[in-house]
């Protein structure tokens, strides 16, 4: 039987690995190579790594970096941050990357999706939704630029728009949980999931593997990603790269 | 020494690392010509169908396999779209395929997938043997490998079938004919199970 993803997602920031909260305060947790060496001996299910600056310092991918990991991983490996080109996307894939994410540059062109799909497979096509609640008259609005500005597209129609492309997956990022290990948004994946028929993975919030447990129980068949998670250990938010074994997985599912 | 054919596939390096930890020689190959100094071959592969055949096409390395694979008999290990191009022909696209082994490459029906997420099959799944083989020695069938597909290899001959998942119905999973050998799932990700199929391939006498 197909298992749910457990993933841990990584941060990169002035070529270290940073945590945030709300997407604010970078909290330096340590180097990419080393926390990639770890989860391999953890054996985590996939492994997602955004490169938080790329879009904003309005630069292309650090391929250096790219090959530097995915030569290490020995799991899927999902990069992500200032992809723009078809080139691009199809050089990260080369590199060793199992899947290529986007965010600005897919919303701003969706057609560039299907354009890097007809290359690299739809299936390695991963489409960012960093999400945020509406200040007022509930509802959520999609943000890029690490959350400093505001999509045009609403969510329902950027997925019905994504479910007509068939992209491999969709990662639902919670601006608002973010680095808050309060738990998942459940209500915005719900909401998500019910005009999508591709996978979802669900960021922001997960602060224990109850949090992941309840995720999968809910949602049957689902990526449960996590930062704050995999990246801290206790209350005081020490640095220790951790995941669950074999065994601790187990109920998990 | 075992071939990794890089033609601009992916993943090749991550096969090489696993090789050069196990301590067992490899090399990466680019040229049709360097082929030959290979006992075993490794045919990755991430990507669309026709892409990837139009470059085995372009490289000149789908004559020179055929070559060596159908006449000489080398060993070959075809990954995801590397095992799918084995095929005469895929609905992904419209290039035929190499046609080693018999059968087609067929889209997972969505109607068959009664929850969601449908498509693609991604992730952790188990295996079932449907033959007892070397190449799986040794690997946990529970913990599995990792899958990303949408399509899958549907086999004339029910003997070409080594393994089966489970995914809205059995699908195949692996296949081999004999020195072929093909994985849908991606061994060089799957963690300590897809080491060990890789040390397994390379330790295979053949005949």
Known sequence: MLRSRIIPCLLVHNKGLVKTVKFKEPKYVGDP???????????????????IDATRENRGPNLEMIKNLADECR???CYGGGITTVEQARKIINLGA????????????INLCQEIGAIIGNQSVVVVLDVKKKKLFGGYD??????????????DDLVAKLEEIGIGEIVINSIDNDGTMQGYDTALVENIRKNCSMPITVLGGAGTLDDIKNLISKFKIIGAAAGSLFVFKGKYRAVLINYPNRQERKPLY | MIGII????????AIATIYKNLNINYQVITKPEDLVKADKLILPGVGAFDATMQQLIDSGLKDKLNELVLGKKVPVLGICVGLQV???????????????IAGKVSRFDENKIKFKPKLPHMGWNTINDVQNHKLFEGIDRDFGFYFVHSFYFECEKEHNILTTSNYGGEFTSSIYANHIFGTQFHPEKSHGNGVQLFKNFAELELC
Not at chain 1, 98 to 109: C, G, Q, R, T
Request: hydrophobic share 35%; net charge negative; charged share 25%.
């Open chain 1, 33 to 51: 190579i080393n926390a990639v060496k770890i989860f391999n001996e953890k054996e985590v299910d996939e492994l997602i790594v955004l490169d």
């Open chain 1, 75 to 77: 799991m899927p490996f």
């Open chain 1, 98 to 109: 199992e899947k290529v994410a986007l965010s600005y540059s897919a919303l701003n062109n």
């Open chain 1, 142 to 155: 999609i943000y890029t630029h690490n959350g400093t500005k505001k999509s045009k597209w609403k969510p």
């Open chain 2, 6 to 13: 890089d033609y601009g596939s992916g993943n090749v390096q």
């Open chain 2, 86 to 100: 084995m095929g005469y022909k895929s609905e992904e696209g419209n290039l035929p395929g190499l046609g080693w």
